[in-house]
């Protein structure tokens, strides 16, 4: 049903471009998003009446009468009466405040089983009318040890148009990843950028290059027996979830976000 409704408001379209290379389970249904991965969150941001406030760094967390005090790295710290964390676990670990005695041993065990794979992705941006003369629009490879993936996304999308010029993003392996974690980003791109024109010799000169480091892509290990959520503190509300409590695709966020609503509702 959220496919379906997300399909229904043109957030998602079935995806049919040829991509090369990938492992088609029987029975399952891929999608793309035509606006970029990022519209379904904002079309579930619409839907909520949520107030958000972006590019907010949190700090700390700790009680104070009956409630949380939410610190972050600029501005004053505000009070909440439920706070959820989604964001990665190693993230989660590394909040001060009262938080850090509030996870118990058992959970702080759990919570540092999690591991992360770390990739870099690069986007390279052309002008109106560059051609990129490959059949596919998305392709995986396996005999390179820095690509694994490259898509040509306008195409994948499926929204080609002569006024805007195509865009190609390239992915790197878990182990290139790994092996470039800390590594300049000027540098880590070069390396790319050379073994994509080996891979592929005719590609355009591109107007602009994106570098993004991505240090936590997936979730290699969940929390044991993949809960969807984790409450650190009842009363008042402190909660956790997200891809790390079930797994790292469309239907482990559902998951993790309808396990959350659930556990948050009773305190509405």
Known sequence: SFYEELVSHGVLKALTAPVEGMVVREGSQNYVAPQGISSVVKYYLEQSGAEVSYEQQVTHISLRDGRWEVSRKSGPPEQFDVVILTMPVPQILQLQGDIVDIINGSQKQQLESVSYSSRYALGLFYEAGAGIAVPWAAR???????????????????????????????????????????????????????????ILPSLPEPSSIKCQRWRYSQVTRAVPNCPGQMILHTQPLLICGGDAFTRSNFDGCIESAMSLAEAVKPHL
Do not use: M, W
């Open 140 to 198: 995986y490879i396996s005999d390179n040890p820095c690509v694994r993936f490259i898509s040509v996304d306008n195409k994948k999308r499926n929204i080609e148009s002569p006024e805007v010029g195509p865009s190609v993003v390239v992915h790197t392996t878990v182990s290139f990843g790994s092996q470039h974690l800390d590594s300049d980003p000027a540098e880590v791109q070069q390396i790319i950028l050379s073994h994509l024109q080996s």
